[in-house]
């Protein structure tokens, strides 16, 4: 099969790798149906030092299973599924709380023989534990919405969940990427009174006020914090979901975050040490969230979805096939396309 | 009258001040009947700049109110009262919300011209909202108990319950001073399963067996992080209460709390900066705590210390009179005493 491979920084190529197989009884083979790019990919595509083999990389896909190991029960051939973007047992006792993301017997995408989500097929270890049967369908926009199931969608309610978003909160929303816009989204599900979005680039914002933003503050750093500040009686929002992951964004949540509130923290921290220390004490801040356990969301957020109250999908603004991975990389990272869709 | 003044590191010392009088309608005066010496005065009598004029000091204190302004409504002449380590109005939309620690129109104790707790007698200001009225008595063990509530006890209880310390949760204190061992008892009010209380004095660990501990580690760092996770199979406990400040412990807390758990910090950090990063982060692990809203919790935690139930004053193991209070600084500073209480 073809599949995506990372073997640098801005080195990804699509290159033929073995069809994926029913390695142990507890896997499905599942025919990818779509896959999409990552804001957490642009990591590893802006600095991973060049390698001589390429890793198989891409971790949100929805498809069809082709085929099942002998101890898989829930799905079965020919079901649609969606995977989250780690696969789990969804027994363990950290599944069982609903942290699948620290599952003792699970893993992630394009490690340890596993394949990417960015190619047209994936061994799915744990098939009963990850995938989540979705209804068929052949509406773009609902297999859109479906595949942000995987990630961004469950990780944007993720920052709102644990940061403690519901009625009558207010909620400063830092980063107009697609998990920014997905909080915004998940922040107004859950109740939000106002909802703050930080971020600069007016596509996205505009997107973002549909989504249910009431104020968008352009301003960044101590210019931000102020106009944030002053949109709120000088206090801040009560919750601040941080959806960027750099050292400069979870700075300036702690300067909008409510004395007595929360920062949850879901864009993958790039910084080894924060500032933690007196002033986020006396004011008695919260900082929460952290990979999300999106395997748990989706039974919760799914009818949301499936009955078209709530639209994720439209953070995807191109859609590709597998042959333009390459370029669609390119195109997050020079911000041209806020989240690219492929159709393998 | 007489009070407490520090003047640099070392150097505490008992003068003749003014006496207190009423100076706003709010304010109260209260003649002081026990106080006592908080591990956290000890940061300056450890590392003050040695200053001209000394500044009132100590924040823990109950006593008999002695005369009341205009609009003092809720306690009166010879009233018992016990007042939390910070004023608060207790209406502002901070303490209605419980965060009287952050109230707008509150203050510290031993600044801005409010006298500290380690003397003779106090102006309160804002005296409703500050003062907590309790029953009168002799009873000795009875006052130093409801004198914790002014702050170790609140505290310990706050790390509690900003972790989310509840029935069947599994708990490390890091600490054995007199907030550590609160810590103890408020886990154990709440319903901690079990409680692993990390500290080297046996003196202390002791009591913090009576008051709740189910195992006691001394070793520190790898090899205290080590021996916690083995008690808990290698996971370490849900809750972690960090009740020290130093960035050793912080970092600690973090290697022992369990993956989806809360580390609450009570113990006023000593680092500007703390190892918030990936690990934390692919953890789920949350931060929490801060300075501890006293006033929000006495009333919950009155009636407990008033029927006997929790006796958290058995923390104090020296009682002196106000003019020994400079030798009770250097006895806490030596840790040949845990806490010690003053009559003045």
Redesign the interface.
Known sequence: MRATLIYGAGDVRVETVADPKVAQATDAVVRVVRSCICGSDLWPYGGMPAQENGRPIGHEFLGVVEETGADVTSVRKGDLVVAPFVWSDNTCE?CR?G?Q??CLHGGGWGADGVDGGQGEAVRVPQADGTLVKLPHTEDEDLLASMLTLSDVFATGHHAAV?AGVKQGKTVTVIGDGAVGLSAVLAAKRLGAERIVLMGRHQVRTDLGREFGATEVVAERGDEGIERVRELTGGHGTHTVLECVGTKPAFEMGLGVVR??GALS?VG??Q????????Q????????????A?ARHYIPELLPDVLEGRYQPGRVFDRTIGLSDVPAGYQAMADREALKVLIKP
């Open positions: 950290f709380e942290l993301t620290s644990t004395a007595g923290r993958v921290p910084y080894p040490e924060g500032p933690i220390g007196r986020v004490f006396m004011r008695n801040v919260t900082i929460t969230g952290g990979v356990p």
